[in-house]
C-alpha cells in the first residue's frame, strides 16, 4: 500500500493540462446507474466522450453474465470540495497530530483535492458490476466504503474473498483493455484523459481539465 500514489502527491498537481474541449455526454442512456439516490441528480451521469467510448468498449468485452453498472461520473467543484473537506475534517478530529499537509495527503485516499479531481473533469468513473437484472455483485467491500469504514478493503489489491477478487479481475481487465486507470485505494474508481491517468501511464499533459458544464 506504500507503493500507491495519491492524489495529494504533488506530482499529480504538477502534470499539466491540454484540453481538448471534448463534449460531456449521458452515460445513463447506455448504462444503468446503480445508486438510485442520484437519479435526481441527472448531471452525475455525464461524462467526456472519450471516457464513455472506453466504457462502450469494456462492456462488450464482459464474459456473459456480468455488465457495467455506474454509481457517479461528473461532480461539480463544490460537491467535490463538500466532500473532501467532509473527511479530512474527520480525520483531523481523530487524528488530531496530523499537520495540514499529511491530513491532505491523506484524505486524497479517499477524495481527491478538488483542484485536481478527474471527477470535476468529467475522466472518472465510479463503477462496479452487476448481473444482467443490475444487482450488484460482491466486490469485497460496499462501493464507496472509506478506508476505515472497510477496514482496508476498498484498495484494490486488499485480501478479499475468491469471487470478490474473481470480480476484481473481470473488472480490471476489461478496463484496463481500453486504456483506463485505476485509483488504487478505490477498486471503484476509473479514469482517462486526467492528471492521476496522465502521470500514471506517462503521458505528457492530461486531456481534461475542470468542466463548469453541469
Known amino acids: 500500500m506504500d507503493s500507491v500514489v495519491l492524489m495529494g502527491d504533488p506530482a499529480v498537481a504538477r502534470v499539466p493540462v491540454e484540453e481538448c474541449d471534448e463534449p460531456l455526454v449521458n452515460a445513463g442512456d447506455l448504462f444503468a446507474m446503480s445508486d438510485l439516490k442520484k437519479q435526481d441528480e441527472p448531471h452525475r451521469s455525464r461524462l467526456r466522450a472519450g471516457v464513455m467510448e472506453r466504457l462502450r468498449a469494456a462492456q462488450t468485452h464482459l464474459p ?20 473532501f473537506n467532509s473527511y479530512r475534517d474527520q480525520l483531523i478530529a481523530n487524528e488530531p497530530h496530523l499537520s495540514q499537509q499529511e491530513s ?9 483535492p478538488p483542484e485536481i479531481a478527474p471527477h470535476v473533469s468529467g475522466a472518472a468513473i465510479d463503477l462496479t458490476l452487476c448481473d444482467p437484472d443490475g444487482n450488484e455483485l460482491d466486490l469485497g467491500s460496499p462501493i464507496n466504503a472509506s478506508p476505515e469504514d472497510s477496514d482496508g478493503a476498498c484498495y484494490f489489491d486488499a485480501p478479499v474473498n475468491a469471487e470478490a477478487r ?17 485509483y488504487p485505494t478505490e477498486w471503484w474508481h476509473w479514469s482517462y484523459g486526467d492528471r492521476y491517468w496522465a502521470l500514471m501511464t506517462g503521458r505528457a499533459a492530461a486531456l481534461y481539465g475542470p468542466t463548469t458544464t453541469p
Not at 104 to 112: D, E, F, N, P
Not at 174 to 181: A, I, K, R, S, T
Open 104 to 112: 491532505y495527503l491523506k484524505a486524497s485516499r479517499y477524495v481527491s
Open 64 to 83: 456473459d453474465g456480468f455488465r457495467l453498472c455506474l454509481v457517479e461520473g461528473l461532480r461539480t467543484s463544490d460537491l467535490q470540495a463538500s466532500y
Open 166 to 182: 474473481r470480480h476484481r479481475s473481470i473488472l480490471r481487465d476489461v478496463l484496463v483493455e481500453v486504456g483506463m486507470v485505476n
